[in-house]
């Protein structure tokens, strides 16, 4: 015998317009147990929850349930009552009569009869509940943040200035991102390095941080508060120990291999620094440039070094560091456009992608910062294709947020660099940053052209040898336009990190159809994961720009502090657990589980669930054929009982 | 020409011999006599000796992957497979209830076997149609080609065909005659748990004593629990002592799987299990 309580909630009209609710409490209260039923206009406010406390000394109460929102609203508010009360607050049961109900028909008919249906079924559910203890487990005080760009640079330097441990793993030599390799930034146009480097040295100098470069992730254990994270680091053949940075090395080295960071479009020495801000600013050996492991001789750098710095022996290693909470900030990388042959990027030497043309403004790039061609000329015209990919279901349907700006500051730099005629080939024009529109205004007053008009095809003049010509329509004038240029700046879909996916299945973290990495809640959490204790932040959750990135680093620094600033949290006792007598060790739990809590004990043959892990999902109850597992709080009887009730109706 | 089952029977005494002899394996799951001819019996050797018990005729139709799960994980086992056989060994490799290593599958090709009930020839209205192992360490015969290959799913055409009322008068009143005796479990390969779901008692899934709901709950939870698994071996309906063709339904279930995720159970070690591996290409339909 259970001595249950309900209370029905108004919520103003919200609910009361669709749902008749004091019929509805009058019905709870000739179900069996029922001992006391209310209606109330608004049960989550002060009044309304005294009344609860109230009643449930009053009528000596067992067993509560709410009938209003969902839980994912008032259900902390309403266990705290039953706490207070002296109750489990496992004892409670909300019944979601609003966005179940009331919001999803204007039939106040259907809307009392479904409520009621769910009514009975909660009753049914009531009175088999048992009271749990939740779990109380130490937290790790340190963090781990992976991605070494402007938004884990950020991320990490907030949170070792309030005293934590961070360990940055960053996948490159050097930490920095592709902020790294701009000359300017929009909309401001200041020179990106000039705001970079300061924050790239802070994180060298900080105490508290353990920076990680050549480094990457292998494995994750653990959970919330207590992660196990083992990060392999790749070797460098360079003992960063001893290396004291003269880089006499890297003049000595004949090897040649292609420089990442100036997007290919020079070589650089086997040793190497990609440029000169690295941090840290000591070298390592690309393997596949050096003459020694190509040819087996060579080892100049090892005379050279007076450090006896140089290792060609070193392995990578692996090391295992324990955090509470993990901040993911890898980034994007740009999309090939090489398959989009319309644009013949990579067939004719005039066409650029955006990133290349970063580094011919940079006055630490392959041209020392003047704009002039692969064929060493200056450009007399250029044309700047927006969206290419982007905004476009064949490839990525997103728009990347930042081209239309950075094709502007494109525009502005090089009408600053050199007497080209600038054209801007559009959909649409976005700028709806601060002081975006702004900028916008300014470069149309510096006499740039614009067409709005997806550039639809790049293709050789026949005219004139060695210019190209990009087709389009005017959308304007509606007239279809073939206009000669010299070079094509094309601005690619941003697109999640090739291994984005890799990433996500370590972390456990959900992605999207193209590997952008899933917020908990698109307004609510945008920097929380499904899995607790991981956070994102920047281009690696979606497209944006430096101000937004820089934006969400503070934010996941401070989401991961609320964990790891407590030594000890509570987790929710609505575990699952596996029966060991019935369990038949089929293992489709542990194939389901997204948190990859069950495990299988090969000696025994059957299931275990690591309870730290678990969220209590339940999934793994409903792929269990024998039925062995117990989700605590919606056991199978517990969920029949409900299922019974609601099919009374 | 396929090989004779005597000379079969041979090579299976042979092989058996020469990994018992060799410590390989510490027993060969095979064939050897029962009350008569037509009834061979599973068998199990576990020396040199017992070698000689074995037999291979045209009623071994038991699926002796069945018999894997029993023993202890990580004991060295040789296996004598036919066809569908081994299907059901790379899908239990696949649930991880067995290892490939621990094995020494003796694969059989088949052409010729028969129903003892029946003596009909078995083909792939009731099984998968394969004649030859799709695993195998070694093989007993020579493969068998040549023979017509059949769609295991052609047999659907009249159930597919009946409309959805008429589709469930004909599974109640096949599934009303059910006795219960659960011979279709115990002959499957793939029905490894204990316990079965539907012999608990909390929560009581199901009614225990044979009339309508209870064999429903019993049947259709069944075909549940094995689809994207059932690898057609038939021995479900050949063990069933009152015929109700489960196979039909068994086949329907795979064939859907089949469609729907592009691979049959069993076929393949490197695959996982089609319903509990998640795929973000993975089709939506079955959500429909
Ligand atoms: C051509 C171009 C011009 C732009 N210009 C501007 C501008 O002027 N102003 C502006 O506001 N925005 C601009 N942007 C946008 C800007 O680049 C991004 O907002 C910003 O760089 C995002 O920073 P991030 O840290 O999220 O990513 P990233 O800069 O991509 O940094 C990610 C870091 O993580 C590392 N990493 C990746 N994978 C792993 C892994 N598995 N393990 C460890 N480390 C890993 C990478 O090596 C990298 O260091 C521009 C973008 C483009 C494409
Ligand atoms: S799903 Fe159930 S039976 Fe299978 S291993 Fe897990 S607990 Fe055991
Ligand atoms: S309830 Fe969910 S989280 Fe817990 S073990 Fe099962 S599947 Fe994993
Ligand atoms: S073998 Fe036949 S009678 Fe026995 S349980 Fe199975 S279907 Fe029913
Ligand atoms: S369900 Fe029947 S056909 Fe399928 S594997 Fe089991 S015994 Fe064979
Ligand atoms: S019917 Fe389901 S629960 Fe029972 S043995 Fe077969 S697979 Fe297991």
Redesign the pocket.
Known sequence: MSRIGVFVCHCGLNIAKTVRVSELAQFAATLPDVVVAKDYKFMCSTPGQEMIANDIKEHRLDRVIVTACSPLMHEQTFRKVLSASGLNQYLLTIVNIREQVSWVTHDIDEGTAKSKALLNGAVNRARLLAPLTSRVIDVNPDVMVVGGGIAGIQAALELANTGRKVYLVEKNSTIGGHMAQFDKTFPTLDCSACILTPKMDSVMQNKNITLMTSCEVSEVKGYVGNFDITVKQKARYVDHDKCNACLACTEKCPGKGVSEWDEGLVKRKAIYIPFPQAVPQKPIIDRDACTYFIKGKCRLCEKVCEQKAIDFEQQDTFSTMKVGAVIVATGYDLMDTKPLVQYGYGKYPGVYNALEVERLFNSAGPTGGKVTMRDGKEPQAIAILHCIGSRDKNNYEHCSRVCCMYSLKFAHLFKEKTSADVYQFYIDMRAAGKGYEEFYNRIIEEDVKFIRGKGARVAESADEPGRLIVEAEDTITGKFIKLPVDMVVLSPAMKPRADSKDLARLFNLSTDKYGFFMERHPKLAPLSTMSEGIFIAGVCQSPKDIPDTVAQANGAAAEALTIVVKDKMELEATTAMVNPASC?GCQNCVRVCPYGAPFFKEDKGVSEINEALCKGCGLCASVC??SAIIARHFTNEQVLAEMEGLMEF | MATSFKQIEENLKTEAGKLLDAGKVSMVLAYGRGYDEKHPLPYVARSLADVDGMVFNEYCTANLARYLVRYPRGTKIGIAAKAADSRAVIQLIQEDKVKRDDLVILGIPVYGMKNAKTDEAIDAKTTCGLYNPVIYDVLLGEEVHGQPVLSPYEVLEKVEAMGQDERFAFWKKELDRCIRCYAC?KA?P????DP???DQNKPKWGEKSPETGGNLM?HL??FH??AGRCIDCGECSRACPVDIPLYLFHKKVAKECEEMFGQAAGMSIDEKPALINFRVEDSDKILE
Not at chain 2, 190 to 193: F, I, Q, R, T
């Open positions: 038949c054929p024998s | 479990r499957c793939m029905c490894y748990c079965c779901f539907i019993y939870t069944r629990h094995l």
